[in-house]
């Protein structure tokens, strides 16, 4: 008898899936570059989540099991309990709060009793506190905070890019038309937004306690109880990260 299959979602995957799980992502972007030529550099990067400019400006592949589904209307295409584990990364602040307390509550009931849900966002409290330490600092690039978010220079600049990760104007080259295309394509229809809203640990287990996540702990990069985390959290995520896990209530006997 063939072994049950187990479900792994990865939620606002953007380019980065994991083999084996089923990889959501609204991106109209993502899912035309099956279409391009391999190799080919693009002069615009993807929605910036921090990616270094390397890495941004590479022409990349979609992920494999790439669904496209707007997570914004707060259904999951799954039948309920029949989802095992749930990961996202850096994608749950691009919702409204009331909009991630929804989709949180649908991924609880897709979620098999005992199910595993792992959150990555950028964490607000470390942020906060980058920032000040920047400021007060003689000068004020030095410190951790200098390496978030490369594109933007000055400690106002990196801040107020985690409140509202638009690109800066500039980035966006008049001749890229398809790339053009594409990001108002994801705006217009793909329902992409910018950071909503930021987590601390605080916020982010009430809003998990309130659609009924147990077990509600702080994790750290690639550690914890999620399968296949050395490919699931990204390496230029890690020192701005708060990493969380929660489990829906198992089966009572
Ligand atoms: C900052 S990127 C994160 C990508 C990747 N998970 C990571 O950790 O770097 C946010 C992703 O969320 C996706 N996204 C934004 N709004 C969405 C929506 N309403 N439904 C599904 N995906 C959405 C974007 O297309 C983008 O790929």
Not at 34 to 63: H, K, L
């Amino acid at each position: 008898m063939a072994p049950p299959q187990v479900l792994k979602i990865n939620l606002g995957c953007g380019y980065h899936g994991a083999p084996g799980w089923i990889n959501i992502d609204a991106s109209f972007r993502i899912w035309f570059s099956r279409y391009r030529r391999p190799n080919r550099s693009t002069s615009i990067a993807p929605p910036p989540c921090g990616s270094p400019p390397s890495v941004r400006n590479r022409v990349e592949e979609p992920p494999p099991n790439y669904r496209r589904i707007n997570l914004r209307t707060g259904r999951l295409p799954f039948a309920s309990g029949s989802v095992d584990y749930c990961y996202s990364s850096h994608f749950l602040e691009h919702l409204p709060r009331w909009e991630a307390a929804r989709l949180v509550r649908e991924v609880s009931r897709v979620l098999a009793p005992g199910g595993l849900l792992r959150i990555v966002v950028p964490d607000l409290e470390l942020i906060a506190r980058l920032y000040v330490g920047a400021i007060s600092a003689a000068e004020p690039e030095r410190g951790a905070f200098a390496a978030l978010i490369p594109e933007y220079d000055t400690p106002s600049h990196k801040l107020n890019a985690y409140f509202s990760k638009h690109p800066r104007r500039e980035e966006i080259p008049a001749r890229a038309l398809r790339t053009r295309l594409s990001r108002w394509a994801d705006l217009r229809f793909g329902a992409a937004l910018p950071h909503q809203w930021m987590y601390d640990l605080q916020d982010l287990t009430n809003l998990l306690k309130e659609a009924g996540f147990r077990g509600i702990t702080k994790q750290a990069y690639r550690r914890g109880e999620m399968p296949d985390l050395d490919v699931l959290d990204i390496e230029r995520h890690r020192d701005e990260s708060l990493y969380v896990e929660a489990r829906t209530p198992g089966l009572t006997v």
